[in-house]
């Protein structure tokens, strides 16, 4: 079983967009080391908790609960999220392009990078805790310039959330009630 690209690839438009939650220690790790790594050149950033600037990219605190998002800055209207951005991320990275093409063809690879993903996803502040203060990114994303206009979202695997008592999400208040 060979998996699909997301729509993303292979021209995005640089720098992309990730958004990520800013109040999860787990997140913002993954976050720093791309700083380091990246300094600003084919990643900006935006805190999941910015309800202001998503909004700009019709992006809800609800939709941001499966998982982080990888946005081109040229295409709003369409990205990905949850595993398949943590793949495209990596995929843009110097050497990234190989290494993801050999894991999307390795079914049972991905499968598992899916399935770890999610989990890490649901437990990262039982597992990893929160921040009292949302991390802002030094290379924020800019304003949507005028490609503001609504969005679809694209997943691979298991991306969408499953809120536990143990698992505390940022926007609990405005999720639907169960």
Request: contains cysteine.
């Amino acid at each position: 079983m060979t998996a699909t690209t997301p729509p993303l690839a292979p021209s995005i438009t640089l720098p992309a967009v990730v958004i990520y939650d800013g109040n999860c220690n787990f997140c913002v790790t993954f976050v720093k080391l791309l700083e380091q790594w990246d300094q600003g050149q084919r990643f900006v950033y935006v805190p999941m908790q910015d309800e202001a600037t998503l909004a700009q990219w019709h992006i809800t605190p609800a939709a941001c609960q499966a998982g982080m998002i990888l946005l081109d800055p040229a295409h709003p209207q369409a990205y990905v999220q949850g595993s398949a951005a943590a793949e495209e991320i990596t995929r843009l990275l110097p050497g990234g392009n190989g290494l993801i093409a050999a894991y999307r063809n390795w079914a049972t690879l991905k499968g598992l990078g899916d399935a770890t993903y999610a989990t890490l996803r649901d437990h990262r502040y039982a597992w990893f805790g929160g921040r009292s203060q949302t991390y802002r990114s030094p290379y924020p994303a800019p304003a949507c310039g005028g490609n503001c206009s609504p969005i679809t979202a694209v997943s691979s695997g298991p991306d969408q959330p499953s809120p536990s008592p143990t698992s505390p999400q940022p926007f609990d208040d405005e999720l639907p009630p169960e």
